[in-house]
Protein backbone atom coordinates (compact mmCIF):
# COMPACT_ATOMS: atom_id res chain seq x y z
CA UNK A 1 0.00 0.00 0.00
CA UNK A 2 1.58 3.29 -1.14
CA UNK A 3 1.69 5.95 1.13
CA UNK A 4 -0.73 8.11 -0.63
CA UNK A 5 -2.94 5.68 -1.78
CA UNK A 6 -6.72 5.84 -1.87
CA UNK A 7 -6.56 3.11 0.48
CA UNK A 8 -4.32 4.24 2.63
CA UNK A 9 -6.39 7.56 2.99
CA UNK A 10 -9.50 5.93 3.96
CA UNK A 11 -7.69 4.06 6.47
CA UNK A 12 -6.50 7.18 8.19
CA UNK A 13 -9.72 8.84 8.32
CA UNK A 14 -11.41 5.87 9.94
CA UNK A 15 -9.11 5.39 12.37
CA UNK A 16 -8.33 9.17 13.12
CA UNK A 17 -12.51 8.73 13.29
CA UNK A 18 -12.38 5.80 15.87
CA UNK A 19 -9.66 7.79 17.89
CA UNK A 20 -11.44 10.44 18.57
CA UNK A 21 -15.12 8.57 19.35
CA UNK A 22 -12.83 6.40 22.39
CA UNK A 23 -11.15 9.40 23.34
CA UNK A 24 -14.32 11.34 23.85
CA UNK A 25 -15.66 8.59 26.46
CA UNK A 26 -12.56 8.04 28.08
CA UNK A 27 -12.66 8.45 31.79
CA UNK A 28 -9.25 9.40 32.53
CA UNK A 29 -9.29 12.48 34.85
CA UNK A 30 -5.84 13.77 33.11
CA UNK A 31 -7.46 13.85 29.60
CA UNK A 32 -8.39 16.85 29.19
CA UNK A 33 -12.64 17.22 27.76
CA UNK A 34 -11.76 19.35 24.97
CA UNK A 35 -9.42 16.82 23.05
CA UNK A 36 -9.70 16.73 19.42
CA UNK A 37 -7.77 14.25 16.80
CA UNK A 38 -6.41 16.58 14.27
CA UNK A 39 -5.00 13.42 12.47
CA UNK A 40 -4.27 10.32 12.25
CA UNK A 41 -1.60 9.17 9.66
CA UNK A 42 -0.96 4.78 9.13
CA UNK A 43 1.57 3.51 8.20
CA UNK A 44 1.45 1.33 5.33
CA UNK A 45 2.22 -1.63 6.73
CA UNK A 46 -0.49 -0.73 9.48
CA UNK A 47 2.03 -1.12 12.38
CA UNK A 48 2.56 1.92 13.69
CA UNK A 49 0.32 5.29 14.13
CA UNK A 50 0.90 8.97 14.42
CA UNK A 51 -2.03 10.78 16.16
CA UNK A 52 -1.75 14.23 16.38
CA UNK A 53 -3.61 15.58 19.11
CA UNK A 54 -4.76 19.06 19.95
CA UNK A 55 -5.89 20.66 23.43
CA UNK A 56 -7.56 23.47 24.22
CA UNK A 57 -6.45 24.79 27.56
CA UNK A 58 -2.69 25.57 29.20
CA UNK A 59 0.34 23.72 28.80
CA UNK A 60 -0.35 21.67 31.74
CA UNK A 61 -3.51 20.31 30.37
CA UNK A 62 -2.01 19.65 26.87
CA UNK A 63 0.52 17.87 29.14
CA UNK A 64 -1.42 16.37 31.14
CA UNK A 65 -3.44 14.77 28.34
CA UNK A 66 -0.48 13.71 26.67
CA UNK A 67 0.27 11.93 29.14
CA UNK A 68 -2.60 10.20 30.08
CA UNK A 69 -3.50 9.43 26.68
CA UNK A 70 0.18 7.69 26.09
CA UNK A 71 -0.75 5.26 29.86
CA UNK A 72 -4.13 4.59 27.98
CA UNK A 73 -2.34 3.18 24.65
CA UNK A 74 -2.96 -0.21 25.58
CA UNK A 75 -6.90 0.21 26.12
CA UNK A 76 -7.02 2.56 23.09
CA UNK A 77 -5.65 -0.02 20.78
CA UNK A 78 -8.03 -2.85 21.81
CA UNK A 79 -10.84 -0.10 21.57
CA UNK A 80 -9.67 0.19 18.33
CA UNK A 81 -9.36 -3.20 17.18
CA UNK A 82 -12.96 -3.83 18.77
CA UNK A 83 -13.97 -1.53 16.30
CA UNK A 84 -12.09 -1.42 13.39
CA UNK A 85 -11.43 -4.43 11.35
CA UNK A 86 -7.69 -4.28 10.00
CA UNK A 87 -4.81 -6.82 9.89
CA UNK A 88 -2.98 -5.62 12.15
CA UNK A 89 -3.83 -2.61 15.03
CA UNK A 90 -0.96 -0.08 14.80
CA UNK A 91 0.63 1.25 17.85
CA UNK A 92 -0.10 4.48 18.24
CA UNK A 93 1.81 7.63 19.05
CA UNK A 94 0.42 10.32 20.64
CA UNK A 95 1.97 14.63 19.48
CA UNK A 96 0.56 17.16 20.08
CA UNK A 97 -0.51 19.29 17.51
CA UNK A 98 -0.56 23.51 18.50
CA UNK A 99 -1.47 24.41 14.28
CA UNK A 100 -5.57 25.28 15.87
CA UNK A 101 -3.67 27.55 19.04
CA UNK A 102 -1.26 28.71 16.33
CA UNK A 103 -4.08 30.29 14.10
CA UNK A 104 -5.84 31.40 16.83
CA UNK A 105 -3.00 33.56 18.01
CA UNK A 106 -2.44 34.91 14.12
CA UNK A 107 -6.13 35.42 13.42
CA UNK A 108 -6.06 37.87 17.24
CA UNK A 109 -3.09 39.32 15.55
CA UNK A 110 -4.25 39.92 12.13
CA UNK A 111 -7.58 41.47 13.80
CA UNK A 112 -5.85 44.30 16.35
CA UNK A 113 -3.39 44.62 12.76
CA UNK A 114 -6.97 45.86 10.93
CA UNK A 115 -7.91 47.50 14.37
CA UNK A 116 -4.89 50.26 14.81
CA UNK A 117 -4.86 50.60 11.17
CA UNK A 118 -8.83 51.81 10.97
CA UNK A 119 -7.85 53.91 14.46
CA UNK A 120 -4.58 55.60 12.34
CA UNK A 121 -7.23 56.33 9.39
CA UNK A 122 -9.56 58.21 11.53
CA UNK A 123 -6.92 59.82 13.13
CA UNK A 124 -5.16 61.07 10.13
CA UNK A 125 -8.78 62.61 8.72
Not at 27 to 49: G, H, I, M, N, Y
Not at 60 to 65: I, M, S, V
Not at 86 to 100: G, K, V, W, Y
Request: glycine content about 4%.
Amino acid sequence: MRKRSIKNTRVNTEVQRELSNIIRNMKDPRVAPWTSVVAAEVAPDLKTCKAYISVLGDGKAQEDTIRGLESAEGYIRRELAHTLNMRNTPEIRFILDQSIEYGVNMSKKIDEVNRNMTEGDADAE
